[in-house]
């Protein structure tokens, strides 16, 4: 049994190689991620991923969005999405799924956080079930009949994960929340091809009004601007991972001419495709994180 609040070191698995992106339950070092030493750049995953931090201080870069690390810290990595970490000695269990894991089991992915930093008695039980999935996972490799045993545990972690208390969130109803969700799934599946309101208005048999209304009341932006953000998340992150021509990742999100995938990419971005691509290149400044009194010492009592 593993002991609550113990941090184990992440087992030393390739998450690269063969099986990475299958329905098998990996886990591996936050080094096994990196395209280099000192992650010279993001990398663009194709697979689920949860990160623990196990140990050091430093920045993780989420889809160009800087969070700070520290032990506790966990990270919820999606298919598509690119990630960079940088830190002193900075280290994590990774869990690593692929898209058909959790088919058949009721958990919904979407529901977990992307960041937390936990603690307390939160912090405990993660940490105690990344670990025995950690250690299951290693002990029990290449025999069938565990692939049940970790689906399982992969699927009370992420119910566990998605039941942690949030932050104040935006007042909005379920038609709106339920109207919402389903834009953003055609627009995953389509932002290549339109980025017209209009169509996906006819996609879900509803009003461009109606839509507009359900993306303001949970973003607060316009249905346009949200498809457009995705457009430009998608350019963002082939042109910081990948070493394609900005003409070819334009034509790939439906901009046959260079120079209007430019002006989108300037006027969503602030900067032109070349200086973003440029700028993704330099190391992130490292941000160090001093380390907080313990949770159960007698002058701080541990929260819920």
């Given amino acids: 049994m593993v002991t609550n609040g113990q941090l184990f070191p992440a087992t030393r698995t390739d998450l690269s190689a063969p099986g990475y992106d299958n329905d098998d339950i990996t886990t591996g070092a936050l080094a096994d991620l990196a395209p280099g030493p000192g992650w010279p750049r993001p990398v663009l995953l194709d697979a689920d991923l949860l990160i623990l931090v196990t140990s050091g201080h430093g920045t993780a870069e989420l889809d160009f969005r800087a969070r700070p690390c520290r032990p506790g810290t966990l990270l919820y990595v999606r298919p598509g999405q690119v990630l960079r970490c940088l830190g002193p000695h900075l280290d994590a269990t990774?869990?690593?799924?692929?898209?058909?894991?959790?088919r058949g089991l009721d958990v919904d992915p979407d529901a977990v956080p992307a960041y937390r930093q936990l603690a307390g008695e939160d912090?405990?039980?993660?940490?105690?079930?990344?670990?025995?999935?950690?250690?299951?996972a290693e002990r029990h490799a290449g025999v069938p009949a565990a692939a049940v045993l970790l689906r399982h545990q992969l699927a009370v972690l992420l119910l566990r994960l998605s039941l942690l208390p949030g932050g104040a969130e935006r007042q909005t109803t379920r038609a709106e929340t339920a109207t919402f969700h389903r834009l953003c799934r055609?627009?995953?599946r389509g932002y290549r091809h339109t980025r017209r309101v209009e169509d996906y208005a006819a996609q879900l048999g509803c009003s461009v009004r109606t839509l507009t209304r359900a993306c303001l009341a949970v973003t607060g932006r316009s249905a346009k601007q949200v498809i457009d953000e995705?457009?430009?998340?998608?350019?963002?992150?082939?042109?910081?991972a990948t070493d394609e021509p900005v003409a070819r990742i334009g034509r790939r999100l439906g901009f046959p001419e260079p120079t209007n995938f430019g002006r989108f990419f300037?006027?969503?971005?602030?900067?032109?495709p070349g200086a973003f691509r440029a700028a993704r290149e330099r190391p992130l400044p490292v941000r160090v994180v001093r380390p907080r009194p313990p949770v159960d010492s007698p002058a701080q009592p541990r929260r819920a």
């Fill in 230 to 240: 995705r457009v430009a998340l998608q350019a963002s992150r082939l042109l910081a």
């Fill in 266 to 272: 300037t006027r969503e971005i602030g900067v032109s």
């Fill in 186 to 188: 055609e627009v995953e």
């Fill in 94 to 102: 990774v869990v690593c799924w692929g898209a058909g894991t959790l």
């Fill in 123 to 136: 912090e405990d039980a993660v940490i105690s079930e990344v670990t025995q999935l950690a250690v299951d």
